[in-house]
């Protein structure tokens, strides 16, 4: 069974960080694509960073310059780093984690941005 549980969300002031942690077992992150998603009350779920296997990552243009995603295979976590933060990065954020047959979700961190 794989499980994927975020770590590192909380509230915050607008200009400020944090670093949230996916850490991954029941299987390794090294052959997946990771990705961190958002969701918004009302709105839908988003796409935020996802890193492959390769270490390509991609950002979605409302978070470029102000967050890093990266990847630790041996300790087997995915990490978003959000810098700047904006009270319009408020939501629910959730790890994802997409292997060749399956993929899987976390439970979701929430991070609120205050103004």
């Known amino acids: 069974q794989v499980q994927l549980a975020e770590s590192g969300g909380g509230l915050v002031q607008a200009g400020g960080s944090l670093r949230l942690s996916c850490a991954t077992s029941?299987?390794?992150?090294?052959?997946?694509?990771m990705g961190w998603y958002r969701q918004a009350p009302g709105k839908q779920r988003e796409l935020v960073a996802a890193?492959?296997?390769?270490?390509?990552?991609n950002y979605a243009n409302s978070v470029k310059g102000r967050f890093t995603i990266s990847r630790d295979n041996f300790k087997n976590t995915v990490y978003l780093q959000m810098n700047s933060l904006k009270p319009e990065d408020t939501a629910v954020y959730y790890c994802n984690g997409k292997w060749p047959l399956y993929a899987y979700w976390g439970q979701g961190t929430q991070v609120t941005v205050s103004s």
């Open positions: 890193v492959t296997s390769a270490g390509s990552t």
């Open positions: 029941g299987s390794i992150i090294r052959s997946a694509v």
